[in-house]
């Protein structure tokens, strides 16, 4: 049926909003819990992996270094599986490198916060990405244009500082309902 992207800066409420459609019985993916990205040396441009058990590792060294980019490959699969399922996928993260993949989701959804609400959530979360100094003050750049840069290309537009349970019920209405706009360039704001 359709592949529906749902994403949005860090401490939107992602990984909730794919816990929540889980909950109700939805097939829902994650760009990270479930591969659909790729850390790229940024020098490089090799694909790279670090041992997550590595009780030395540096995750906001590494980040400095490296990006995370959505894969294009894996995610055209994930498109012809949501096919032949014949029901709503949704695959829900962010990465770089999404306009190389908008042509691939039926609908995007774009979850929005302000950045006292951001800077809230990514405090009290265990994920790593955002407690850098550095990494705050690139998410409260991106956050600048974020909501325009979606809304402008198409994107169903979420307040996520609803809810869950409403943020949830908008997500599936807009999957059910709403393709974004194929026309021009598609937003690459991570």
Known sequence: MSLI????????????????LAARGHDARGVDEDGYADWIHRVTGATENY???DPDFDFHAWYRSHDWVLSAERIAALRAEA???????????????????????????????????M??????????????????AALIGWHAS???SY?????????????????????????????HDEGGAQPDVV
Not at 155 to 168: E, G, K, M, N, Y
């Open 5 to 20: 992207y749902v994403t949005g800066l860090s401490g939107a409420g992602k990984s909730a909003v794919l816990a929540g």
């Open 83 to 117: 096919l032949a399922l014949g029901r709503l996928v949704f695959l829900c993260g962010v990465a770089g490198g999404d306009g190389d993949v908008w042509h691939l989701f039926d609908a995007v959804v774009a979850l929005v916060i302000d950045v006292p609400t």
């Open 119 to 136: 800077r809230r959530r990514i405090a009290r979360r265990s994920n790593e990405f955002g407690q850098d100094p550095e990494e705050m």
């Open 51 to 53: 041992d997550e058990d």
């Open 146 to 148: 974020y909501e325009a």
């Open 151 to 179: 809304r402008r290309f198409g994107a169903v537009i979420v307040d996520a500082s609803q809810p869950l349970d409403r943020v949830v019920d908008e997500v599936l209405a807009a999957g059910r309902g709403r393709r």
